[in-house]
């Protein structure tokens, strides 16, 4: 297993950001919450992973094609990454449209 997930930006322009991440069993640290300014939608190209929403009781398993969009300021969390495989992720990070 590598130390940190690798993580490419593969587009950014006007708050749109599209990265690629490749996870070996990372997660993130207990008692630690990820959480961003911006809406974030996530999708599990290969591998599998847990990822736990603030507020919900189990952590969601995510397996290729499945896809979760995270609110801006959501407090959440990946709880396991396969330590088989690599776990490949589709983030796209954008602002909300003001209407």
């Not at 297993?1 to 993580?7: A, L, Q």
């Not at 992973?49 to 499945?66: F, I, N, S, W, Y």
């Amino acid at each position: 297993m590598k130390k940190e997930e690798i993580v490419s930006c593969l587009f950014e322009k006007n708050g749109l950001r599209i990265e690629r991440i490749i996870s070996e069993g990372q997660l993130t640290p207990a008692g630690e919450w990820l959480v961003q300014k911006s809406l974030e939608w996530v999708m599990v190209l290969s591998g599998s992973a847990r990822l736990l929403l603030a507020g919900e009781k189990r952590a969601r398993l995510l397996r290729p094609g499945d896809h979760v969009l995270i609110p801006a300021g959501k407090r959440h969390r990946v709880t396991w990454t396969d330590t088989k495989g690599k776990t490949v992720w589709l983030a796209v990070h954008y602002r909300p449209i003001k209407k």
